[in-house]
């Protein structure tokens, strides 16, 4: 072999090791994607006239969930809104008042997040899933979605900590998802806030942060 071809050799080898560092880079980052989750901020859930509002603590939150959401984008990762949607007869009135009835004021997004949403709904990485039950995952197509956007760490914040928060976590957990619980982007109507977040944490192997 000549020294040309040794140098021809040599450049293929050395093009072969840069693409391949590059794919593991991109597979790399591939496998970290997050997706944060904002459940249920909705005015039925957060509004002081609310059907069922966790009042001043679920409004308390709203500025950090958008933080938040605005760090996510720009770092290329996944918002998912996650909202209840229920027909105005549903069965779950049987157990709460009626709240987020589709296509009403009380289950729209409250205060700023409406218009945080409205400003990047048509950003690919944001995503909007109504849901039938207290678990985002329940008859949705929420975990379809994150496998699909390579999604393996999913963050929680919304309303409400020990209710759709806490079996939303489950939800994850269940489909092999590593869950991380923002305790300050938060919040529920009872006292049961940090009681559910230790439990989380205990059961599902969530972080808190």
């Known amino acids: 072999m000549n020294c040309l071809e040794k140098n021809s050799a040599i450049s293929v080898l050395s093009l072969v090791s840069a693409i391949a560092i590059v794919v593991s880079k991109r597979r790399a980052l591939i496998v970290a994607k997050n997706a944060l989750l904002i459940i249920d901020m909705s005015n039925d859930f957060v509004h002081s006239e609310g059907s069922l509002t966790a009042g001043e603590p679920a409004q308390a939150i709203v500025k950090h969930i958008i933080d938040l959401a605005d760090d996510f984008l720009s770092r290329g990762q996944e918002v998912v809104v996650c909202m209840d949607a229920h027909e105005e007869n549903d069965t779950h009135f049987e157990l709460w008042p009626s709240h987020n009835v589709k296509g009403t004021w009380g289950q729209e997004l409250f205060g700023d997040l409406k218009a945080w949403f409205e400003q ?11 849901k039938p039950e207290y678990d985002a995952f329940f008859n949705t197509d929420l975990e379809s979605h994150l496998k699909a956007k390579n999604v393996e760490k999913v963050h929680l914040t919304g309303v409400c900590t020990d209710i759709c928060d806490f079996l939303t976590a489950y939800g994850a957990y269940a489909r092999g998802f590593k869950t991380v619980a923002h305790q300050n982007a938060m919040a529920t109507f009872t006292e049961n806030h940090d009681v559910f977040l230790n439990h989380m944490k205990s059961v599902f192997k969530t972080e808190i942060v």
């Open 120 to 130: 990047h709904k048509g950003d690919e990485n944001v995503k909007y899933i109504p």
